[in-house]
């Protein structure tokens, strides 16, 4: 358990719905990020937050998805209008700093659109 | 950020060391290595990484090249427990995301 923890572990949706992940990183971590996986693949890079503000938003963030993070505690993401093409492992990383520092993913959050 | 070739899939025996390569031959000045791995159905878990010099931690040590085109992690005694995906990333110290690519399957035998 990295202390990284997100909600919820499965999430299967027929295509259409909107569907919300919500992820709570290490508490003294500022920097948080999503990633998204598909199967075979390694992690892809979705979007990066510095405390509440969202810096850095990859080209697969379409106009469907939505990241927050309030107060610079935890984040959510949203897709809307979910496409199958969506389903993947949805993975959160928090870390201290940008750079060097190490990132702690948590365990992620398994999207089956049907 | 510089490319790295991995071999797709390894074995080792369990109590041996096992040794993942990782070239990254355009590799620049400011990029350190790191390394991680996933365990099946979990998140990435942060290993190690270096910018020149060796480096050793709990977990593993990490080898770099002189010309630091190249690297190896070492596992010392692997356990069954250490079969993973590794994944061997070259990221410059200001980047924020890691850049994943398809990694090493090690499969530790009995």
């Known amino acids: 358990d990295t202390g990284v923890s997100q909600d919820p572990r499965h999430k299967i949706t027929k295509r259409g719905q909107n569907v919300t992940f919500r992820c709570d990183p290490i508490?003294?971590?500022?920097?948080l990020y999503w990633y998204r996986q598909t199967l075979g693949q390694g992690p892809e890079f979705l979007t990066y937050f510095q405390n509440e503000a969202q810096l850095e938003k990859s080209r697969l963030l379409s106009d469907r998805f939505s990241a927050e993070r309030p107060k610079g505690s935890f984040s959510t993401l949203e897709i809307q209008r979910t496409e199958q093409g969506d389903s993947a492992m949805y993975l959160c990383?928090?870390?201290?700093?940008?750079?060097?520092?190490?990132?702690?993913f948590g365990p992620g959050t398994r999207l089956t659109v049907t | 950020d510089a490319k790295t070739t991995q071999p797709p899939s390894m074995d080792c025996a369990e109590g041996r060391a096992a040794n993942l390569p990782c070239n990254h031959s355009?590799?620049?000045?400011?990029?350190?290595v790191y390394w991680y791995r996933q365990i099946h159905s979990q998140g990435p878990q942060y290993i190690i990484h270096?910018?020149?010099n060796n480096e050793t931690n709990e977990m593993a040590s990490l080898i770099i090249t002189e010309d630091r085109k190249s690297s190896t992690l070492i596992l010392p005694h692997a356990t069954l427990r250490d079969t993973a995906v590794y994944y061997c990333?070259?990221?410059?110290?200001?980047?924020?995301?890691?850049?994943f690519g398809s990694g090493t399957q090690l499969t530790v035998l009995p």
């Open positions: 990333i070259v990221k410059p110290g200001s980047a924020r995301q890691l850049t």
């Open positions: 508490s003294e971590h500022n920097r």
């Open positions: 355009t590799i620049s000045g400011n990029e350190y």
């Open positions: 270096g910018l020149k």
């Open positions: 990383a928090s870390s201290l700093g940008t750079g060097v520092y190490e990132q702690y």
